[in-house]
């Protein structure tokens, strides 16, 4: 028996056909985030493994239906798959296989209900982004649409019981992963005709929206990103007491998903006009020697505990 089907019986999926939803499932999730899949497999303890699979497959429905095709319908499809969710989660039950993983993860793990509930109230904010004016419209940005969505999954992660003190820190680590999301994806986001650069901070290093869009590479853009990417790294480092507020099985997973954005950010430093051009990503080796580190100490646990 393979570690994943291992994972299904952890996780008390038992029903044939729903032991193929969550393996669909897991197949999408591998195609657009593999990174994500095969961390989980081999960082988490296999009772948790399907049940993040199955958050993160709703995080990527979500997105696509919020990506895809004019406003207006965009809106209209996400209000649809917003109701067919949250009436299954209301009664236990639903005819949308796509569905299926989740109401069984929910009722494993309560918590992820009321996370996933929260994702859907606030989803639509990203259909009304239009930018931002200050760092105050960006930390509004952070409390309604990037915390909720980073819950979604961070939930199953955390302690059994009160998640206060965890979900403060989730929040200090989303706001800087965030600030490092919006300059690293920056030339991406601008093609898609969002800039996410508050209009103070543009202002205040005198560079202006066509400079970014036209790539112009001269120092006070370079100042610019710099800054950027120094906040994100203040932000990212406070936001690294979310590690120690989850259970020790879980904090190899948590603690890759920090180092991983360190590593994100060390990239982009690397050459700054590089990214009003493209995104910059980790170097493989050092991503696979983080992937290796934390595989060892999630054995070291595992061994441990049994």
Known sequence: MGRWERALDAAGVREAGLRAEYGRQREQ???????????AGLLLPERTVPHVIAAAALMHRTDTLLDSGPVEGRRDAAARWRQDITD???????????LRPLLHSAAEHPVL????????????????????????????????????????????????????????????????????DFVNDLAEDLAEG???????VLERYGVTRDDLEQARDRPAVRALLGELLDTADRTLAEGRAVVELV????????????????????????????????????????ALRLLAREYLRARRVRRHRG
Do not use: W
Request: hydrophobic share 40%.
């Open 247 to 286: 259970p020790a099985a879980h904090r190899p997973m948590v603690r890759c998903v920090v180092e991983v954005e360190t590593l994100t950010s060390a990239a982009a430093r690397a050459d700054l006009g590089a990214l009003l051009h493209r995104s910059a990503s980790p170097a493989k080796p050092a």
């Open 29 to 39: 999730v591998t195609r657009y985030r593999r990174e994500v899949a095969v961390a």
């Open 194 to 200: 969002r800039l996410t650069i508050p209009r103070q």
């Open 113 to 180: 209900r009321d996370r996933v509930l929260d994702y859907l109230a606030a989803a639509d904010a990203d259909l009304d982004f239009t930018g931002f004016a200050t760092e105050a419209d960006y930390q509004r940005y952070v409390d309604g649409y990037s915390l909720p969505g980073f819950m979604v999954v961070a939930a199953l992660l955390g302690p059994a019981g009160d998640q206060s003190a965890y979900r403060a820190a989730c929040r200090t680590f989303i706001d800087g992963s965030q600030r490092l």
């Open 88 to 98: 299954g989660l209301a009664t236990g039950r639903t005819d949308d296989p796509r």
